[in-house]
Structures are given as structure tokens and as C-alpha cells.
């Protein structure tokens, strides 16, 4: 793949955060980003990396009015000897692919996706972060850009790539945060767009969120469109919850993303010993066994947070407590291996990491 580098001049260049303990989430970007365009006569073209800049589209840009838009989420990470991880890049690039198949726009090829990546971190390196809990937060995504008012899919787009230096997900760190069980609105629904990352589905969960935040919880646990009663996933990560030595999670069904988090998780659980089960979860089942002491631990998996502990949920204005309010053995044990793994402290046993040549 021919990518063009388009040079930084001294005006272009931003002033790196020297306290890397106040980096906060999503706030702050590194001096350039790939971009790259698609016409159904020239295929993927133009691609270049070049300074982060705002870009000039249209008012009739059809992303502006039909949302028509994809993108993923994952992080690169500076070894203590200097070397640039991946954590499984190319499974981004395929569920990327997928949500765009979902919303009919251009599959990216690896090679570009991935290999547009590696140049791009390369040249941005040294915005890597090195402090315990800090990374390169790596925000690929896709646009319709075409100018026309009418619903179609368009035929001309912008892929992108941009980076953030970021701390921890939650400013808590690894406390546990309270969810409130959402039982009016609704995430998404089968056959919809729930499966793919596209921003319409965050944005319908905004409103939830709001609710849930004025009554003091950090996230929202979504139930299912269709009954209200099956629990499907958090608004930003999928939900795992623990009965002594078996991990239960709630299978995909076309409404749930499929998470590389979750996905990761569930296959270290079963090398440490855990049995992992997909199944239905019933709401007032789960509720049930939280207040019988069935239920030992809850934590949500997502790129952003990894693994987050759960101390309370509330549904229906009843609320449950797990634990201790500290994070739970399996949660904590879940948690250090996986970071372990990416930070390079814990060996790979699986072949996940990936390091940029």
C-alpha cells in the first residue's frame, strides 16, 4: 500500500502532556493521522498521513444526515524495552469490515487498515505514554462523505485513523462502579445495527445515560428490545458475572456486540481454570441470585476500561450490592493477567500481542 507523508511543519506540532498521570480519556491528540478515500470507480485511494486537522465536508455530507458511519476501538502500548504492542489489531479490522458491511460501505482491506496503523504509530511513537495504566488509545473510523440529500449509500468516503494518549477509562481506576438496569429505553434490537460499532447506537443510549448519572450510577446495562428481560450488554463494554468458579456472559444474538475484550476474556478465564458459559440471563434471575449469594462478582470487559469490577446494580428502584465494595479475587486475578499480557509483564501464551516492526 502507497502511502504518501505528508510533512509536519514546527506550526503543526502540539505540546506533549508532561504529567502523564493527567492525561485523563479521549481529550487529547497526536500531531497526525492516515486518511484515505473510497470511489466506486478508483476504489481505496489518496492515502496519506498527514497533520491532524479538521476536515471541510459539505453541509449536505451524507454522514451528516443518514449516519452513515463505523469505527473501532484499541491501544498501543510502550514495553518497558521500548517495543510498540498491538493487542489482536487484526480482529478490529475484521469487525470493522463487518459493521461496514452492515451499513453497506467499503470493506478496508487488512493491508491497509493494518499496515496504514503501523506507519502512523510509527511516526507518532513518541506520543506512546509509559506510566503504569496509560496507553495510545488508536480510533479508527469511516465516514460517508458524498453531498446529496437522499437515502442511499453514498459513493464517497473518508477512512481515518487518529490517536490519543490516555490514563484509566474511569478516573476511580479500578473501583468498583454502580450500574443502573435500564427497563424503558431500548439499545438496540434484532436485526438492527446492535452487533455493528456505529455511532447511532451510542448515541441512542445517551439519554439512558443521562438518567443514570443523575441518580449516581457510571453506566447503564441494557436488556433486551424485544421482552425487557434478558440482559444483553453496558454501554460500553460486555457484562460478565462470576459464581465461585464459573463465569456466565450473555450470548450473542445479532443485538450485542461482539467484544475482543470479551472474547479475550473468556478464553484466559478457561486456561485459569474458570468454566465460561454463554446463555440467556434473565434479569429478576440474576437479581435473585445476587441476594441469595449465588453471585459472587460482576465486571463489564471493553477495550477502553479492560476489565471493570461492578459493585451495585439497581433495577426497578431495588438496589444490590456484590461484594465487599472492593474488586473481586476473579475480577482482580481477570484483570492483572490480561493487562499482564499486553503490557508485557505476563507471557503470551496465546499469540495475541502484535509489535509494531
Partial sequence: ?????IPLSADDM?????????????????????????KPDQGWHDVRIKPYAPFMLDPSCMVLHYAQEIFEGLKAYKWADGRVALFRPEMNARRFNQSGDRLCMPAVPEELFLGGLEQLLKLE?????????????????????????GVKPASH?????????VGAYYATGLDPVGILVEDQYVRAVPGGTGEAKTGGNYASSLKAALV?????????????GRHHRYIEEVGSMNMFFVYGNKIVTAALNGSILSGITRDSVMKLAVSLGYEVQEKEIAIDDLMSDIKAGKLTEAFGSGTAAVVSPVGKLCYKDEVVKLGNGKTGDVTQKLYDTLTGIQTGKIRDEFNWVKFVA
Fill in 1 to 5: 500500500m502507497d502511502i504518501k507523508i
Fill in 125 to 149: 511513537a513518541d506520543w506512546i505514554p509509559s506510566a503504569p495504566g496509560t496507553s495510545l488509545y488508536i480510533r479508527p473510523a469511516m465516514i460517508a462523505v458524498e453531498a446529496m440529500l
Fill in 157 to 165: 468516503y473518508y477512512f481515518f485513523i487518529i490517536l490519543s494518549p
Fill in 212 to 224: 443514570a448519572k443523575e441518580k449516581g450510577y457510571e453506566q447503564v446495562l441494557w436488556l433486551d
Fill in 14 to 38: 502540539k505540546q506533549k502532556v508532561k504529567d502523564e498521570t493527567k492525561l485523563g480519556f479521549g481529550k487529547i491528540f497526536t500531531d497526525r493521522m492516515l486518511l484515505a478515500e473510497w
